[in-house]
Nanobody, 126 residues
Framework: QLQLVESGGGLVQPGGSLRLSCVAS????????IGWFRQAPGKEREGVACISASGSSTNYVDSVKGRFTISRDNAKNTVYLRMNSLKPEDTGVYYCAWTPYYICRTGYKVSDYNYWGQGTQVTVSS
């Protein structure tokens, strides 16, 4: 059975950086796009970034462009989210999610993603 496990969250000051990891088991990731989502308290889950199966294509929500970088190492079955210049509004639980599509679909629809990790908390505060 496919499982995703996130790690790397924590408390960081504004302007700081974190790198999140998403390790997959039960599947070989090189055929599937992976997305990162986040959910702040009282808000809906929103898509943050997505990377295609090969890693050749990435996309980002406007609020993180230029600050976040998604990457993957298929040999390690791992997807990363590097987050720089963090802001308090980046606070939330971050989830990685698996989609059966080779490329990222537009719109970050939750229904396009079949498997989710348990999430890792990111808190940006001074």
């Amino acid at each position: 059975q496919l499982q995703l496990v996130e790690s790397g969250g924590g408390l960081v000051q504004p302007g700081g950086s974190l790198r999140l990891s998403c390790v997959a088991s039960g599947v070989t990731l090189n055929q599937d796009a992976i997305g990162w989502f986040r959910q702040a308290p009282g808000k809906e889950r929103e898509g943050v970034a997505c990377i295609s199966a090969s890693g050749s294509s990435t996309n980002y929500v406007d609020s993180v462009k230029g600050r976040f970088t998604i990457s993957r190492d298929n040999a390690k079955n791992t997807v990363y989210l590097r987050m720089n210049s963090l802001k308090p509004e980046d606070t939330g639980v971050y989830y990685c999610a698996w989609t059966p599509y080779y490329i990222c679909r537009t719109g970050y629809k939750v229904s396009d993603y079949n498997y989710w990790g348990q999430g890792t908390q990111v808190t940006v505060s001074s």
